[in-house]
């Protein structure tokens, strides 16, 4: 099994302010990674597929990047809509699917 | 525009089974298949599986081999993730997804299921 780590587990940051979150791979998956937001009581939504293609309607703000095993989700002016947690999953060993432990973006 | 709908939270006793349905509107519904994902309390994201709605085949998370059956009935554009001898452990949220198999694009506002005796 593929083991996704994320990290940091929790992130405080400020309006306006830049988020990097990092996702890890145990080994390589190429590009096959997605990254999702979760906010609780709403329907979990997909914001990049392929480690670096916004999903439909996702600002330009957020930005995906990395391959192999390295990958980065950076939001690069934090808007109040932002604060949630964030999944990544890797579709690289289907249907072996794996996801990260996420992580929490909160207001510093 | 796209929606997946599921049904109402369940309350189930350890030993019981449960079923989940997901119904998709808004797209060509067999050009896409269905991923189960599940939430538990405090934990991550947990893929369970998928289902192809353009011939049925499915694919099962290796944990849930032995307890998950998904279904789809392309006439009402409906699928259905049932889950047997449930535990406590399984209480969680589970969602459903529009997915080639892959990541899942557009997802279902989750199901509730707790297990309690």
């Known amino acids: 099994e593929i083991v996704m780590t994320q990290s940091p587990a929790t992130l405080s940051v400020s309006l306006g302010e830049r988020a990097t979150l990092s996702c890890r791979a145990s080994q390589s998956i190429s590009s096959n990674l997605a990254w999702y937001q979760l906010k609780p009581g709403q329907a979990p939504r997909l914001l990049i597929h392929g480690a670096s293609t916004r999903a439909a309607d996702i600002p330009a703000r957020i930005s995906g990047s990395g391959s192999g095993t390295e990958f980065t989700l950076t939001i690069s002016s934090l808007q109040s809509e932002d604060f949630a947690v964030y999944y990544c999953q890797q579709f690289n060993n289907w249907p072996l699917v794996t996801f990260g432990g996420g992580t929490k973006v909160e207001i510093k | 525009q796209v929606q997946l709908v599921q049904s109402g939270a369940e309350v189930k006793k350890p030993g019981a089974s449960v079923k989940v349905s997901c119904q998709a509107s808004?797209?060509?519904?067999?050009?896409?298949?269905i991923m189960w994902v599940r939430q538990t309390p405090g934990q991550g994201l947990e893929w369970m599986g998928w289902?192809?709605?353009?011939?049925?085949?499915?694919n099962y998370a290796q944990k849930f081999q032995d307890r998950v059956t998904m279904t789809t009935d392309t006439s009402t554009r409906t699928s259905y993730m049932e889950l047997r001898s449930l535990t406590s452990d399984d209480t969680a949220v589970y969602y459903c997804?529009?997915?080639?198999?892959?990541?899942?694009?557009?997802w279902g506002q989750g199901t509730l299921v707790t297990v309690s005796s």
């Open positions: 808004g797209y060509t519904f067999v050009n896409y298949g």
């Open positions: 997804a529009r997915s080639y198999g892959d990541y899942g694009s557009y």
């Open positions: 289902i192809s709605s353009y011939n049925l085949k499915t």
